[in-house]
């Protein structure tokens, strides 16, 4: 790319914007915050679907694909890219695993909701 006055505005940035979800509370609180986001989702979702019933069976195909779409693209990594990385998972791809991990436990327990 060139080196424009947009494109270093946009590195200078994400440069800090990394810089400042480096700190461990940060990036904890992030990836809670996405965990907790994740249950919301997993809640809001289903009883918003539920309302017209032939909107559930599309839902729970699209959170399928969804679910194992994330799950391949932060668990599908040779065991070479994990040894030579220096992290194990980037900042964004702990954030949506949160995410996932929360939609999967809510869903769980909207279907023991349900059940009972």
Do not use: C, H
């Not at 946009?10 to 990036?27: K, S």
């Not at 195909?61 to 599908?76: D, F, K, M, Q």
Request: proline content about 3%; cysteine-free; aromatic content about 10%.
């Amino acid at each position: 790319m060139q080196n424009t006055r947009l494109n270093n505005l946009v590195n200078v940035i994400l440069g800090r914007l990394g810089q400042w979800f480096g700190n461990p509370w940060r990036r904890l609180s992030l990836i809670l915050i996405s965990l907790l986001l994740g249950v919301f989702l997993g809640t809001a979702i289903p009883t918003t679907t539920g309302q017209a019933a032939n909107w559930d069976a599309i839902a729970a195909a699209i959170l399928i694909v969804i679910t194992e779409a994330i799950s391949r693209l932060v668990y599908g990594r040779s065991m070479q890219q994990l040894q030579t990385s220096p992290f194990r998972f980037s900042l964004i791809a702990e954030t949506i695993n949160a995410l996932k991990i929360g939609l999967s436990y809510s869903l769980f327990l909207e279907a023991f909701k349900l059940g009972s």
